[in-house]
Nanobody, 125 residues
Framework: QVQLVESGGGLVQAGGSLRLSCAAS????????MSWYRQAPGNQRELVAV???????NYLDSVKGRFTISRDNAKNTVYLQMNSLKPEDTGVYYC???????????????????WGQGTPVTVSS
């Protein structure tokens, strides 16, 4: 069963830290591009951070220097370390997996995109 399960969200004061985790199953994890998105109430979902199968990363400008995305291929898990949190970081954080070529290594043999159910993060001022 293809599944992404996020954890680690919660309520934190401004300036605090949280570490989000996303455990994957049913996919060839090491050959997936893993990303964290967030959606604040009334806003569109936005890309926060991405880590590719080769390890390269990109970040939303507003989180650069504060957030770090990492992956542990042995544990099929991607993390988002969030430091110096601000109230504007509040939202539901979603994990996303996209299969990268060659698609023959993936269980479906084709492109696949999977979303987690989301974990809420609330930063109080």
């Amino acid at each position: 069963q293809v599944q992404l399960v996020e954890s680690g969200g919660g309520l934190v004061q401004a300036g605090g830290s949280l570490r989000l985790s996303c455990a994957a199953s049913g996919i060839t994890f090491s050959f997936n591009r893993m990303s964290w998105y967030r959606q604040a109430p009334g806003n569109q979902r936005e890309l926060v951070a991405v880590i590719r199968s080769g390890g390269s990363t990109n970040y939303l400008d507003s989180v650069k220097g504060r957030f770090t995305i990492s992956r542990d291929n042995a544990k099929n898990t991607v993390y988002l370390q969030m430091n110096s949190l601000k109230p504007e970081d509040t939202g539901v954080y979603y994990c996303n997996a996209i299969s990268e070529p060659p698609y023959s290594v993936h269980p479906t043999g084709a492109y696949l995109e999977v979303w987690g159910q989301g974990t809420p993060v609330t930063v109080s001022s």
